[in-house]
Each structure stands twice: as structure tokens, then as C-alpha cells.
């Protein structure tokens, strides 16, 4: 186990650059998940922290000791792909004990460590397969296997879950979870998928083109977000954007309607600004107080329902547990609670 | 079920039309290898002679130079098998997987080599063997069709590298291997069956080369078997008889030697590398 530091870290490719100077630091244990759109640079901060692509510029630490130049193979740490990347001609065993093989690790304790694996991970009646011969849940499992078998300084996962199917994708995540809380190691993990970064992540480090947006638990994300692009990717049904202009202690919306809100840190009277709003955070009010909007589309999830309103014009979704809104038609009447109102500037961070 | 019948049959009868196309050249080869002389021509056009005979075989084998042909032949093409899948693999391996800066331009030379029809070669190669003491001996062959098979071995090793997965490396290296034992222990044995196919192929290709082994060679103690073929052209005559025996013989080795390498070149053993 180790902590790992990143500092003024930059790649490119050429003339393209990727990643524009990222700091980071990881403590000892800690679970980081690496969240972003696609091509925003999860996968080349990753890989290089493993050392499969070179340094542009900036400097990573491994408990301490600069590893810019070290090989893969002297970095001590483990990966689990995507793709999973079993050895297609060894056994589930061979797969789980190439590393300790490569270290020319006594039989006995080779024996010992597969068992080990073998048996968190449920794979013990499948050690003498191909990999061919296993289906994707049973590879990523034994991908899993092959990380843990031996105990590197860092856990490194890239979008380990994103080739399964929603139900395996839910059960691989708890099992993660767990085994993180019984090995307590070091780990970072690659996901575009918000739900699973929320989930696992002791922090969270939300990347967009290349530069780190926000870091923070998975709560200082969704309730305080740093911008507009964390406000947006964090949760789902994603949250509601309205363009205001802040009068007289309130934001005025388009449409002239009124947002009482708390009043930001710094904006000037009649400064434009970004209104901000989740859909659960929106109230259904009853006693005809609010704003109206008309009801376009009703989607039930079961759980709750979503509900795609038009505000004069303005889209606006509001997800609500009360199985009564499934019944809502025409219009209804909608406020949105000052405390749940996240504000952004006209360059999208945030004021209040 | 009705329906789908009839695509079936269409299908089987296709392959074998295909079938008896690609191999009707062979039994005829065979057919007129056991057919005695005195029915070669008196019998007119039949799908087989009346009577059989291995006279002809015999001929062939005891007192003809074919045993001679026959192994210089077989040194030739396993050597030159064996030099050309050696190069290939690694110089495959390193256009599939490096990338440097000369890349460009030595692919392209690569591909102009290709271009030439040999015979244009046939002149300047005997000029600069021949001082070298390689012309008439079977290193010279080996080092001509080396040359030669190398381009197209690279390119088709380099494809075989492609189809593996670049993690399969990382995930080695990352284990604790170098970039040469994840060479050696991972990339390798999962090019089996694209290093017995071009094994396969350069075999074949130096097996049945005749323009340089005819150009090169004279007298028939360094003669490879295409040359010696021709030696049951006379002037007067032909003898197919034996001829044709000697070509089934000739067939022999390369048949055996797609028969071992078969089970490699069938095998997906890539399969199952990634995600299913
Ligand atoms: N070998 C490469 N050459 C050039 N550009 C690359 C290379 N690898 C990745 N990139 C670029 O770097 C960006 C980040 O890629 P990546 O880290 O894979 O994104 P992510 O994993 O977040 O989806 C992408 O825009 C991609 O096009
Ligand atoms: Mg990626």
C-alpha cells in the first residue's frame, strides 16, 4: 500500500495535448475513482500512472519515490483492463499466478495466494479453463484475480464493469466495494459512469478536457458542485439549467418569473448568471403557489417518476417519489426551494 | 426448415464445384502417374487406365537423380522457411508494435521490392553471387529466396502481431515482465498459428521456385526439384509418366507439412483474449 502524488502533470501526443497539468493527491488506502466524459483523459492519467505512456511533464510519486522512468514491471502495482486482457493460453490459474511466476515466488506460496483469490472471488471451480471458455462476468472475475493475487502498492481499474450487463455491472460493483474495505488498498478507477463513481469512490475527481474539474467526496459533489460541467454530470435525471439575471436579491428567469435564492458571494445587480436546480429538488405544490408549467411527457421508472415540464417555453425536469403526479396532466405549479438552488457565473463556476 | 434447404444444397454444391476444380490438376497428376506408357496414348481421354503400374515410381526412385533433387530441395526450403519466419517475426513485430521514424519510407521500400518481376533480377543477382563462390550451391538459393520472402513474410507476421491485443503486453509488463519476456512468454505462442502459416507459406514458395534454381544451378548435384523435373524433358520427348511420379512424390513433403502445422492454422487461439 502507498499513496501516490501527481504534480503539474502534462501529456500530449505530439502537438495535441491531452492532460494540461494535473495535481493529485492520494492517500494511503484511499479509493479515488477518475470521472469524465469520454476522451477527456481518464485513460492516459491512468496509464501513465502505470507506466504505459511516458511523462510529457510534471513528475508521479509512489509512496514517496518519484517513478517518471521506472518500467511498468518496477512500479509494483496491478490493473484490471476493460478489455480484461487474460492471457488466452493459460489456464485461470496461469492467468492468476503470472506475476508471482515472474517473481519466482516459491510453489507453496504461489499455491496459497491463487487459493486465496480463487476463493474470494468464487472462481475455484473454474482454475483449470481457458479464458475462452468462461463467459465476461466469470473473466472479469478472474481479471480481478489476477490484480489480487499478489499485494501491489496501487489497485488501478480502467471502466472494469463498463463490458458487462447492468445486473453483473450492480453485484462486480459491491463486490469491489467490499473487497476495498477488506484489503484497503490504494486504488484508483477509471469510469464515465457517474453512479459507479458515486458508489465506490472515497473521492471522487471529476476530469473534463483534460484538467480536473473538481475533488471531493461523492456528496461535496452533488451538493456543492463545483461548476457547471460537475453540476451537470453528477446525477440522474441530470440537473435543470435555467439562464437568470440576479435583481434585487432574487434570480428573474426569462420568462420574468421570480427565484427567491440566497444571495451569492460576489455578483453585481443585474449580472446574467446560471440558475441551477436537480429534478428531485423540485417541489410539486398543491396550494397553487409557485410557477406554472405544462406537463409534455410523463416517464415512470417504478421507483419514482420523471416528469418533463415546459416552463413558458423552457424545459425543465422534475423527478418526484408521490405516485399522484402520474395522474398530472395539463399544467401544474412548481417552486424550487432556495437551499437546493446552486448558482453559476457567466463563466460557469460556481457563486453560490 | 422447407425453406432454408434449398441455400444449403446451393452452398454445398458450390464448395464442391470448387472442390473438384482445385483438385481435378491433382488427380489427373496422379492418374497418369500410374498409368503404364503403352496405354498413355491408346486408351484416348479416360478418368482411369485399365491397368495401373508404380514402374514408374520405381524409375523415379532408383534410378533417376531424384533423391537428390529431393533433398536439396527439402534443405532449401526448411532453411529457407526457417530464416525468413525468424526475420518476419521480429520485424513484423516491430512494425506492428514501434513506431520510429524511418517507418514510412522502409514499409514503402518494403512494398517496391515487390514490384519487380524477378526475371528483370535474374542477371544482376548471378553478377554478384558468383564472385561470392554462391552461385550452383544451395546457400545461394537460401540466401536469394530469403531475401525475396522477407517483404511479405514481415507484412503478413506484422498482421498476425495486430490482431493481438497491445494489452495482453501491458497487462504482462505490468505483472513484472520486460518488454521481451511478454514478447517471448505472451505475444509468441499466441502467433503459433501465424508463424506456422508463413511457414507454411515460404516453404511452399521455395519449394516450387524454379527461375532462380534454374538460373543459378547447373548439373544436378546442386539441382532442386522444379530444375530436376525438367530433366525428364528430352529433346525428343517428354516423359510424363515419370514426370508426373516425381511431382507426386514431390507433393509428398509439402502435404506432410500442412498436415503439422494444420491444427495451427485452424486455431482462433486468440479467442477469448478480450471481452466476449
Ligand atoms: N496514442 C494517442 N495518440 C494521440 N492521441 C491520443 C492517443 N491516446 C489517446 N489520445 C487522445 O487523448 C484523449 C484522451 O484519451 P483517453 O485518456 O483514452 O480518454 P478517456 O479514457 O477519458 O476516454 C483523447 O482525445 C484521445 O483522442
Ligand atoms: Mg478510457
Redesign the interface.
Known sequence: MASIEIEKLEKSYGHVSVLHGIDLDIRDGEFIVLVGPSGCGKSTLLRMI???EDVSKGEIRIAGNRVNDL???D?D???V?????????MSVAGNMS??LR??KTAKEKIGAAVAGAASKLGLEPLLER???????GQ?QRVAMG?AIVRQPKAFLFDEPLS?LDARLREQMRAEIKKMHADLKATSIYVTHDQIEAMTLADRIVAMHGGVVQQVGSPLELYDRPANLFVAGFIGSPGMNFLDAAYLGGAAILKDGSRIAVNSPAAVQEGSGLTLGIRPEHIVITTDGSGMRAGVELVEPTGFGIILHLSMHGLPVKVFTLDRQALALGGEVTVSFPAEHVHLFDDEGKRIG | MKQSLLPIVAHRLAILCYIVFALFPLFWLLKVSVTPNDLLYSEGVRMWPSRTTFDHYAFVLRHSAFPTFFKNSLIVSASTAVVVTACASLSGYALSRFSFRAKYWIVALMLLTQMFPLVMLVAPIFKILSPLGLTNSLTGLVVVYSAFNVPFATFLMQSFFDGI?K??E?????????KF?AFRQ?IL??TLPGIAATLGFVFTAAWSELLFALMLINGNDAATFPVGLLTFVSKFSVDFGQMMAAGVLALIPAGLFFLLIQRYLVQG????????
Open positions: 502505470a507506466g504505459l518500467h511498468p514491471k512500479r502495482i496491478a490493473m483492463f476493460q478489455s480484461y486482457a487474460l492471457y488466452p493460453h503470472y506475476s515472474l517473481r481457458r479464458p475462452k471458455a468462461l463467459s465476461g473473466r489476477r463490458n | 491485443p494489452d495482453l501491458e497487462a504482462a509488463m505490468i505483472d513484472g515482465a520486460t519476456t505472451i505462442p499466441l487461439l486468440t479467442a477469448g483474449a478480450v471481452k466476449g
